[in-house]
């Protein structure tokens, strides 16, 4: 049976009480339990919000960070565009360079992106390798460009292919430190929250369009323990937590040519390659809400 919308205002939850009647297109998971610094207001934005860094050489300024004190509260971004007829969003996060690497063939890939896949504006964001800091940069971009897709892409090197991750679990165990020196092992990313998360993405659909590209892709089945997995793991439970409607998941790229140079063993793909297999991927994305049904599991 069809269960139909409830007409009319809807008590508010505890989550939004407090915050104003202007969310109540929101509709929180009440059994999501997300960790008080990542439910984010334009006051927490502000409070988190780092001094406009120097950019780095390497970097283009793909987005301008407000001068401090000068933020604009956040706007409900998808709203307006959708008022104004515009275009829906993707958002396509990269890492910054982690482990002694100089490099990062997942944030190269974010600054060799078109401006649109498939009638989607494409917005990219630089994440650093840190465990938390990470998710409330990724959270923040979320809020200001208010996507119907997330992407997040890291690097695993070591991988042959672009492997597009099926779950996350709620698991930090950190073999290196990350950028910030934080080594956590063995704790919960969100403290009561569920045991995983699935993409809600159809991954299955995304690794066939990159393969009908010619881009060699596979479904990831773990997605790790280290920033990558926390990331992942940060942003769904955000989205499932704040009644947000966008649909996100996390594509791993393998080492870059230009990485494998000096790495002798390392597998590596060209970045051009990886470029247009994140655009095949999105436009299925976009295109398909459920995914396909495709045999294509691990046997180990
Ligand atoms: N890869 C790491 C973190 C950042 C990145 O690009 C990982 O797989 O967890």
């Known amino acids: 049976m069809l269960r139909r919308r409830r007409k009319g205002p809807r008590p508010l939850s505890p989550h939004e009480a407090g915050r104003g009647t202007s969310r109540s297109h929101r509709r929180p998971r009440a059994d999501a339990e997300v960790p008080p610094e990542l439910v984010l207001t334009p006051e927490s934005v502000a409070r988190t919000r780092k001094p406009a860094r120097e950019p780095q050489p390497q970097e283009p300024p793909r987005e301008k960070a407000p001068a401090p004190g000068r933020e604009k509260p956040q706007a409900p971004a998808r709203e307006k565009r959708a008022a104004r007829g515009a275009q829906d969003v993707v958002l396509v996060t990269g890492f910054e360079p982690f482990g002694g690497d100089d490099r990062n063939p997942s944030w190269e890939v974010c600054e060799r992106l078109p401006g649109e896949?498939?009638?989607?504006?494409?917005?990219?964001?630089?994440?650093?390798?840190?465990?938390?800091?990470?998710i409330e940069v990724v959270a923040e971009a979320i809020e200001r460009h208010r996507p119907a897709l997330v992407v997040c892409l890291g690097l695993a090197a070591g991988r042959t292919h672009m492997g597009v991750e099926r779950v996350a679990i709620n698991a930090d165990d950190a073999r290196i430190p990350d950028n910030a020196g934080m080594q956590p092992v063995d704790e919960p990313?969100?403290?009561?929250?569920?045991?995983?998360?699935?993409?809600t993405l159809p991954v299955k659909a995304m690794v066939a369009a990159m393969r009908a590209e010619g881009v060699p892709a596979e479904v990831s089945n773990s997605a790790g323990t280290y920033v990558c997995n926390h990331l992942m793991y940060g942003v769904l439970h955000y989205l499932a937590?704040?009644?947000?409607?966008?649909?996100a998941g996390f594509i791993h790229v393998p080492s870059s040519e230009e990485m494998a140079l000096d790495k002798r063993e390392a597998p590596s793909m060209a970045l051009a390659t990886m470029v247009r297999g994140v655009q095949a991927a999105i436009a299925a994305a976009h295109g398909k809400v459920r995914d396909v049904k495709l045999a294509d599991g691990a046997l180990d």
């Open 117 to 134: 896949i498939a009638g989607l504006r494409v917005e990219v964001c630089r994440v650093p390798c840190e465990f938390r800091r990470a």
């Open 241 to 247: 937590a704040s009644g947000l409607r966008a649909r």
């Open 189 to 199: 990313i969100a403290a009561g929250g569920p045991p995983a998360y699935f993409a």
